[in-house]
């Protein structure tokens, strides 16, 4: 028996003024798989997460998460604001900038969205979140401040805290490109452990080593269409086209040398 996928996008479109930034774009993710989207700045990326969950409103097409959809264009009426939330909160979004409330301790960041959105009680709410922090790693910073935490720290404090939501998929939007180099491994290592405890994820990243190794399918986008779509060895190893291959040169000159 098939299984529906967990997101859905077809025909999608948006523009920003005279600037068409994706071009009827369809991708389809099936439940617990790691898609890669990875392509040139510019190139729609950040712009397809964004409409997977509605910070970006697109143009046209649809927009489907589990089982809330959306369609969109001249004759659709946009979703009104409780609907939005309750679709956002199935969609768990972290971002290049780590968002966090600075004047909130880690435990208190992960806690917000339970307590204030989902009217857990604040006591269920400390238990989920102590949890999760333990689960990145951030056991022992419970109590900390954003400023006392280094980036990766205040990268994973960010992925507890999408999780706290129990979110049906997760969403990177270049999770990693703000931080040193040295506390990437720290933050692409709680990735990889979501990815193999089964999350649905789809990963804006210019990390193409981790894109091979943890993503099921490897998505390459430029000029807001969508080029290659296929497993991840695949398309990283021996990309079929031409503008695949361009956009991997670099980086495959890196693992040779």
Not at 90 to 105: E, I
Not at 138 to 144: F, V
Not at 209 to 231: K, M, N, Q, S, T
């Amino acid at each position: 028996m098939s299984t529906a996928p967990m997101i859905e996008v077809s025909a999608l479109k948006k523009v920003f003024g005279d600037h068409t930034v994706l071009r009827s774009v369809d991708l389809k993710v099936a439940p617990g798989e790691v898609v890669a989207l990875i392509g040139p700045s510019g190139s729609g990326k950040s712009t397809l997460l964004r409409c997977l969950n509605l910070l970006v409103v697109p143009d046209g097409g649809a927009v489907r998460v589990g089982g809330r959809s959306f369609r969109f264009g001249a004759s659709a009426s946009l979703p009104g604001a409780g609907e939005l939330a309750k679709f956002r909160a199935a969609t768990g979004m972290v971002f290049q900038q780590f968002n966090l409330f600075p004047h909130m301790s880690a435990l208190a960041n992960v806690m917000e969205g339970p307590v204030t959105v989902r009217r857990m009680a604040r006591a269920q709410a400390e238990t989920l979140a102590r949890s999760l922090l333990a689960k990145v790693g951030l056991a022992d910073k419970a109590e900390q401040y954003p400023s006392r935490l280094s980036g990766g720290q205040k990268q994973r404090v960010a992925i507890a805290r999408a999780l706290a939501m129990e979110p049906a998929v997760m969403l990177f939007d270049e999770a990693t490109s703000a931080l040193d180099p040295e506390l990437v491994g720290e933050v692409l290592g709680v990735m990889q452990s979501l990815a193999a405890e089964g999350m649905t994820m789809v990963i804006v990243t210019h990390e193409i080593a981790f894109a091979r190794d943890v993503a099921d399918r490897v998505v390459f986008l430029r000029d807001g269409v969508i080029h290659e779509d296929g497993p991840a060895r695949q398309v990283i190893d021996a990309p079929r086209e031409e503008a695949t291959r361009a956009f991997l040169s670099h980086f495959h000159r890196q693992r040779e040398s």
